[in-house]
């Protein structure tokens, strides 16, 4: 089993695979990873809170849309979470251990390595039109969201 985990290795050390040495050391350093994302081409994400008194519960989700159009790695993303999200629990519930998830996470970081993230362009506006660009969008909202209410009425009826 060790010669085979050393090739991996050796494999993604020539793909240009490499855990970095940054660790997380504060709350702070999960915020900045979070903007960063966000700063991202091809990446979109919404974040979903839900609090008292407006919930029973108080949590927030950060959702990607796997079928997004204008966020090519969203798929990318989806597919590594759902898988993540099995490996975490197979290491939590004693199925694997930390060895065998550390090989999972190797593999899955080589193999998404190769495919680079550009930074989103964000405009420079003035702030005149900032403020056009924003009423439009709000009555865009608004628009859709009549749209969406007379939708609901018409279907109520029938």
């Known amino acids: 089993?060790?010669?085979y985990c050393a090739s991996f290795f050796i494999a993604f050390y020539l793909?240009?695979?490499g855990r970095t040495n940054e660790t997380m050391d504060t709350l702070s350093d999960v915020m900045a990873l979070i903007a960063e994302l966000s700063d991202k081409a091809g990446i979109r994400f919404e974040i979903d809170v839900k609090r008292p008194p407006h919930a029973e519960e108080w949590?927030?989700?950060i959702r990607f849309n796997g079928k997004q159009a204008d966020a090519e790695h969203n798929a990318d993303l989806c597919l590594f979470l759902e898988s993540f999200r099995d490996e975490r629990e197979r290491l939590e519930t004693y199925w694997s251990d930390r060895a065998q998830y550390d090989e999972w996470l190797d593999y899955q970081l080589a193999y998404?390595?190769?495919i680079p993230l550009a930074d989103k362009e964000r405009e420079t506006l003035t702030p005149e039109e900032r403020i056009r660009r924003r009423d439009m969008l709000v009555a865009q909202?608004?628009?859709q969201a009549k749209q969406k209410a007379a939708g609901l009425?018409?279907?109520s009826e029938n």
């Open 153 to 155: 009425e018409t279907d």
């Open 141 to 143: 909202q608004v628009e």
């Open 59 to 61: 949590f927030c989700a």
């Open 112 to 114: 998404y390595a190769p």
């Open 15 to 17: 793909m240009g695979y």
């Open 1 to 3: 089993m060790r010669t």
